[in-house]
């Protein structure tokens, strides 16, 4: 594995944790968004991710400094890119968006500069083409909070090289991940799979009015021992994840639940910018949720 310049494509919820777990872990890391703008607000989130990395991990200020030092940023693509042995694409959960990105990319990456998509829950295969390079394409997908919730699942599709996933293994192993290899192309991989039903289910639930949000989460948390309920998990991967994930969905199937979905997803949540843990609202407030409240099971 040759992987030494690292760009990730995109600073929103996942693709600022990758950034700084892989330049934590000494790889030269340039951080690509659409505007300077954009990447100053990355750079404030890497000063919480340190004070993160203090509490969880132990990190010293030696090693956190170092981070810094592999941190570089940049809003011209090309420019990111210039000198990438792999690329991280972590944009929005769109395919067009995605498509029209790797179509962006191909026409100015090195011929050696290895692709990965981060998406939570579309195929590798449907972007092989417009990469330019579907040899040397697969899927690198992470859970939220990287440093500890450590998978990396790697899927490629037919036509990925066997070497390229074997080294996508190897780097993510080399960023403190469990790499966890598939074997063949799953629509969701193996954690969303999971998990994306139970997301799915909980807002038929709400959007149906048959419990409000406290309760379901409650429910579940009561029920099963887990310590955060399908809400407060959606306000951790973000509620424009979950907003583009049931807008696919709403427009394949015309599902009528799915379509009152989408619309109190973009009612309630988008248009009033209560995106979840990132901007400080969404089914609960923080930096202090009601989910943790000593009382919320009683």
């Keep these: 594995m040759n992987f030494k310049k690292i760009t990730i494509a995109g600073s929103g919820v996942l693709g600022y944790q990758i950034a700084f777990q892989s ?3 000494g790889f030269d890391v340039t951080v690509y968004d659409i505007n300077d703008e954009i990447l100053e607000k990355a750079k404030a989130k890497f000063g919480t991710m340190s004070e993160v990395f203090k509490n969880d991990l132990g990190a010293s200020q030696d090693q956190l400094d170092a981070a810094y030092q592999h941190l570089h ?16 694409e972590a944009v929005p959960e769109n ?7 790797y179509q962006k990319l191909s026409k100015v990456a090195p011929a050696k500069t290895v692709f990965a998509t981060n998406s939570s829950t579309l195929l590798p295969s449907q972007f092989a083409e417009a990469t330019g390079r579907p040899e040397k394409f697969a899927a690198l997908h ?6 500890k919730q450590n998978t990396a699942e790697v899927m490629g599709h037919a036509g990925t090289d066997k070497a390229v996933f074997d080294d996508l293994v190897q780097f993510a192993t080399a ?12 629509p969701g991989y193996i954690l969303n799979s999971l998990l994306v039903p139970l997301l799915s289910a909980a807002t038929n639930l709400l959007v149906g009015e048959v419990a409000d949000a406290a309760t379901i989460d409650k429910t579940w948390m009561i029920a099963t021992g887990a310590p955060m309920g399908p809400f407060a998990i959606l306000d951790v991967v973000g509620i424009t994840t979950a907003y ?25 949540f988008i248009d009033k910018n209560k995106l979840g843990v990132a901007t400080g609202e969404g089914f609960y407030k923080y930096p202090h949720p009601a989910y943790q409240k000593k009382d919320f099971l009683k």
């Design 23 to 25: 330049a934590f872990h």
């Design 73 to 88: 940023y940049s809003a011209d693509l090309a420019a990111a890119v210039k000198d990438a042995d792999l690329l991280i």
């Design 95 to 101: 395919p067009q968006i995605k498509i029209d990105f």
């Design 142 to 147: 992470f859970a939220n909070n990287i440093w």
């Design 175 to 186: 960023i403190g991940m469990v790499a966890l290899p598939l074997y063949k192309e799953q």
């Design 244 to 268: 583009n994930i049931n807008k696919m969905m709403a427009e394949k199937t015309q599902d009528p639940l799915k379509l009152k979905i989408v619309e109190y997803l973009k009612t309630q």
